[in-house]
């Protein structure tokens, strides 16, 4: 008898999580593929290690172990719903389930003046890049004859303050804060950080008492943060803010939000806020035989009701978990449930750079 496939798009945090769960359900009752650009799956929480230093490049990449599961190393370029069948950069994979984890990227910045000063923070490349950049300014600082040069290469401005704005900002001050301890002819007084974000608060997305918290950290740092403040115009000597100040500066950290892989326009799946629209058991509405979980899901969030769960890395690891016992349920193995996870959301970054 033919096992029923499965194939699972992204092994991230949800893919994987999906992948373990329902392989321990089927327990060899289903063929189980999971594609994933490599055989390593990189947690973007550890990113702002890459730009202090602490973990190098090639550390922060954990090896997809999954017992019962095949990881096919390759990009998907297609879904064809209909055909129940996924094209990737290698192949083409048929499937009975299909779980889309394939998560999301940084928004690119609008202007082309801002991409030529910016750096985003999304993957290790970014993190690698940031590093660079600012350990380049800071030793163009310490050389530079002119005042105006030198703070100009001394103040970092990230823009957004998601996830990986406050990320950014973290690493990159405790970063540029080494660098000045060890260059005698840096000031850590002269090295400004501005984390500038549109919205109310730090941490739009998640909850009051974590945005506070964030925010009383930051401030507690040095770094200027500023809230319902965002960009107004780039000029090739800095940026002007909302506020009305000009921020002399040679580095802008684009971090205005993250939207999902572009992956979801190609679907034909309805989508909300660029995610892919899902029911409560995280299945796609008319397409039983496709789940999607993690940031690429537009999960409604129980906690707060009309609205979706936040990109975080505790809701994709219970929205994967979920998913990958679902899909299991579907096949015959155990029951169904509703995604009711109530996230206590932290930021790693704060916390261990
Ligand atoms: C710098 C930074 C710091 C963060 N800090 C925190 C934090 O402190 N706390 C927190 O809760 N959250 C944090 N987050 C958010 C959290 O990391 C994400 O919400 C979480 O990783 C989402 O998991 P996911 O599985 O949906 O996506 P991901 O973990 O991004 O995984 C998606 C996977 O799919 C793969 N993929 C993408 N496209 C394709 C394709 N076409 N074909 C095959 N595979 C594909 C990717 O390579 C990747 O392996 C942070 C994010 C960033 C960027």
Do not use: K
Request: aromatic share 4%.
């Amino acid at each position: 008898m033919t096992r029923p496939q499965v194939v699972i798009v992204g092994g991230g945090v949800a893919g994987t999580q999906a992948a373990r769960v329902l392989a321990r359900r089927v327990r060899g009752g289903a063929e189980i593929a999971l594609v994933n650009p490599a055989g390593v799956t990189v947690h973007p929480e550890l990113l702002p290690q890459v730009v202090t230093g602490v973990l190098g490049p090639d550390e922060v990449g954990v090896p997809l172990l999954l017992p019962g599961v095949r990881v096919v190393a390759g990009t998907v370029t297609h879904i064809d719903a209909e055909a129940q069948r996924v094209l990737y950069d290698g192949g083409v994979l048929s499937y009975d389930r299909l779980i889309v984890a394939a998560g999301s990227v940084s928004e690119v910045a609008p202007v082309s003046t801002i991409s030529a000063h910016s750096v985003g923070f999304h993957t290790v490349g970014q993190a690698l890049r940031m590093r660079e950049h600012i350990t380049r300014q800071l030793a163009l600082a310490a050389r530079a004859t002119d005042s105006f040069d030198r703070a100009a290469r001394c103040t970092f401005v990230v823009l957004g303050a998601g996830y990986a704005g406050t990320a950014a900002v973290t690493a990159g001050q405790s970063l540029a804060r080494s660098i000045a301890h060890r260059d005698p002819r840096l000031d850590e007084r002269e090295i400004r950080w501005i984390l500038a974000e549109p919205a109310e608060r730090l941490l739009p997305d998640m909850r009051h008492r974590l945005s506070r918290t964030t925010a009383r950290m930051l401030r507690a740092r040095g770094v200027e943060v500023r809230t319902q403040t965002s960009l107004s115009q780039v000029t090739s000597g800095g940026l002007r803010l909302t506020d009305g100040e000009f921020v002399a500066t040679r580095t802008i950290v684009w971090s205005f939000g993250v939207r999902p892989d572009p992956l979801v326009t190609n679907l034909g799946l309805a989508a909300e806020q660029g995610r892919i629209r899902v029911d409560d058991h995280l299945a796609v509405p008319g397409r039983p035989e496709i789940h999607a979980c993690g940031d690429i899901a537009a999960v409604p969030d129980p906690a707060r009701p009309g609205r979706l769960a936040p990109m975080s890395g505790q809701h994709a690891l219970h929205q994967g978990r979920l998913a990958g016992g679902n899909v299991a349920a579907s096949l015959g193995y155990g029951s169904c449930r509703p995604y009711e996870h109530r996230a206590h959301d932290s930021v790693a970054g704060l916390i261990r750079t």
